[in-house]
């Protein structure tokens, strides 16, 4: 069955510093890939989106990959800041197929200390 | 525009008792989603309906149902409530087919005494 897995359930890092998440797939070869942010007890909100032939994708300063041969995106905060904490969540996924039925990672939650 | 909106927010509820949450999503989206989200399980879905029909379903007890009206607004209701079924509900509409973009509303947290 499908499986995903991000590095860690939780990554604490320095204000200033690049903050790097994993998201590792097995069992399926989504065609593109979407991170969401999620702070507490709230619902998850859309990031990025990352298709299979961009490799990499850029906005401010979030960074993602994609590699389909290792079949893992990284994601990247650069500068980071305390308000960039949160839980980060991948979710692999291909067109038109999931009908509503997005499989997420469990997520890592991300704390950024000044 | 309108992001997707949830009610209620917060919800206490005792065993055995049932529980219908609303939906709202964002206007021009037909594809409306739940999922139930705890500290163990994550993210799970429950089922997603498009212009009015479910067209998909989680692995959930047919204790969770749902429905979805012309004007795509959403409910979903849980009878006979269980310990476990405290949770973050979360609903998430969409409108594209093609990637599946979710929009995720506040959630509804539910507390099951």
């Known amino acids: 069955s499908q499986k995903i897995e991000q590095n860690s359930e939780a990554l604490n890092i320095q204000e200033g510093k690049t903050a790097t998440l994993t998201c590792n797939y097995t069992n399926y070869s989504p065609a593109y890939l979407q991170w969401y942010r999620q702070d507490p007890g709230r619902g998850p909100v859309f990031l990025l989106l990352i298709r299979e032939n961009e490799k990499e994708k850029r906005k401010e300063r979030l960074k993602v990959t994609f590699d389909t041969t290792l079949k893992q995106s990284l994601f990247h905060i650069t500068a980071s800041q305390p308000a960039d904490s949160a839980t980060y969540l991948c979710?692999?996924?291909?067109?038109?197929?999931?009908?509503?039925?997005?499989?997420f990672g469990k997520g890592t939650k991300l704390s950024v200390k000044p | 525009k309108a992001g997707v909106t949830q009610t209620p927010r917060y919800l206490i509820k005792t065993r055995g008792q049932q529980v219908t949450l609303s939906c709202s999503p964002i206007?021009?989206?037909?594809?409306v989603s739940w999922y139930q989200q705890t500290p163990g399980q994550g993210l799970q879905f429950l089922f997603e309906?498009?212009?009015?029909?479910?067209?998909n379903k989680g692995n959930f007890p047919g204790r969770f149902s749902g429905r979805q009206f012309s004007n795509s607004r959403s409910e979903m209701n849980v009878s006979t409530l269980e310990l476990g079924d405290s949770a973050l509900y979360l609903c998430a509409s969409s409108s594209s087919t093609l990637t599946d973009t979710q929009y995720f509303g506040p959630g509804t947290r539910l507390t099951v005494l």
């Open positions: 309906y498009f212009s009015e029909t479910q067209r």
């Open positions: 979710a692999p996924s291909n067109y038109g197929g999931s009908q509503g039925n997005l499989i």
């Open positions: 206007s021009g989206h037909r594809s």
